[in-house]
Structures are given as C-alpha cells and as structure tokens.
C-alpha cells in the first residue's frame, strides 16, 4: 500500500485574491510543501481548526465575510498553537501590533519575495522543531522530568513509567501550553499514520494523570482541548541540561 502521506510540512495559506494564492501555491509546492488554499474568512477558521492540524498557516487580515485577525482569535480560542504568519497589505504599527496580540508568529506586509516569505515560513518551523527537542529539567504535577537522562522522579524517588507513557509526557512538555492534536501525537508519539482511529493516547493520558497531582479535572496538568487533544500546563523549568555549559 503506498504511503500518501504528505512529504514535506504542510501549509494552509489564506488569500482573498486568487492570482496571489494560485502563484503562492505553485511556488510553495516546488519549494516541497504541502499546501492548501482558503479565500475567505469562514473557510480558513474551518480550515485552521480542523484535524489534522496544519504544520503552519499563513494567513491574510484581509479577508472576505471574517477578517484574519477574527480568524485568528477564534483559532486561538479553540486552543490551536499552529505557527500563523500574517500576510497582509497593512504595514502600519497599529495593525502589526494587532496581529501579535491575536496570537500571530511573524508579520510579512505586501508587497514581499517569495524568497522572504519561505524564510519566514523555514524560521517558524526550524523554531518549532527546536522547541520539540528542548532537553532540562522540569516540574510539573509534584514531578520532576529530566528531559537529558529521560527520567522521572518524584520526592527523589524514580516515578515507574512505561517507555510510550514517558514519550508522550516529554512530547506534551516540550510542546507545553500549546495543544497537540491527537492526529499529532499519533504521528510524533506512536509514529502511526494520522488516520489511524486509536482510544490508546487517552488511556495513556490517564495513566499520566494518575502519577500527577490534581485531583479534579480543572487541576489536571494534562489538560483535555475537546474535539482537539490535549496540553500541558503548568510547566516550571527548575534546572538547565547538564550539559549545557559543555
């Protein structure tokens, strides 16, 4: 059976004037992304929101019927922390410090290269990809994980957790206060495709949950996105990699 799985990251770029997303989308495809379009407000929150989530979304603040701005803050309401990097005719200070309230990852004002814009797209992903390998010590929910040694204590003494049980809370804490979708964890955690249906991530989630402080849901570490997947709250770094200073 053939692997149709995207080959490279995948893209949602959101562009009201057809001309310009049909250019974006032909470059970006021979750049090795995975792209798809949306010209309107009400289709790129659908978009954005859907599952499997988008690698990264480029999104336009002019938009028909629901401006980008909205797109965003409803996006980010929903609990979804994908990369957004905001394309947009209105370069003044006002609108660009709009953008990053709404929870924007980088601002491109029109006209632009291309060449800039898939730098700026490389430099969202490239940060994205370091922050899931970050290493340290954390506390969270009366634990400390050593994301160098891959160990988990509690009170000094070693908390007993199964090889995938460790991997997804390493997973959720490198990606901490933004919410990883269960087609994500699929792929990241358990390496399967994302059209796997699987009940297995919320029993390890409980398990999870069970070695963590928090008695009611409210408290829990791990939180629930419903209809989404799950993060991580909470989170303190307490010491850096012991290898951090060579």
């Keep these: 059976m053939p ?15 057809s001309e310009l997303s049909t250019s974006l989308l032909l470059y970006l495809e021979s750049e090795g992304y995975d792209v798809t379009l949306a010209e309107d407000g009400e289709t790129a ?43 947009t005719g209105l370069g003044d200070h006002e609108h660009k410090m709009r953008g990053f309230q709404v929870g924007a990852d980088d601002y491109l004002t029109k006209p632009f ?10 430099v969202l992903l490239r940060r994205e990809a370091e922050a899931d ?33 460790y991997k997804l809370l390493a997973y959720l804490l490198r990606r901490r206060g933004r919410t990883a979708t269960r ?3 699929l792929r990241d955690v358990w390496d399967l495709p994302t059209e796997v249906e699987t009940r297995t991530i ?8 069970d070695a963590m402080d928090g ?32």
């Design 3 to 17: 692997d149709t799985r995207p080959q490279g990251p995948s893209l949602l770029v959101v562009e009201d004037d």
């Design 45 to 87: 929150l659908t978009e954005a929101t859907r599952l499997p989530g988008y690698d990264l979304i480029v999104l336009d603040a002019k938009l028909p019927d629901l401006n980008g701005f909205e797109v965003l803050r409803q996006t980010r309401d929903d609990g979804v922390r994908t990369p957004v990097l905001m394309l």
């Design 113 to 122: 290269e291309t060449e800039e814009l898939v730098a700026r797209i490389d």
């Design 133 to 165: 390998t970050e290493d340290g010590v954390f506390a969270v929910g009366g634990l400390h994980v050593d994301l160098t040694t891959d160990t988990v204590t509690r009170d000094g003494s070693p908390v007993d957790l199964t090889d995938l049980e």
């Design 183 to 185: 087609e994500q964890i």
């Design 202 to 209: 919320d029993r390890h989630v409980n398990a999870l949950r």
């Design 215 to 246: 008695d009611a849901e409210d408290a829990w570490p791990i939180q629930s996105v419903y209809g989404i997947g799950y993060k991580l709250e909470g989170a303190e770094r307490v010491a850096e990699s012991p290898d951090a200073s060579g």
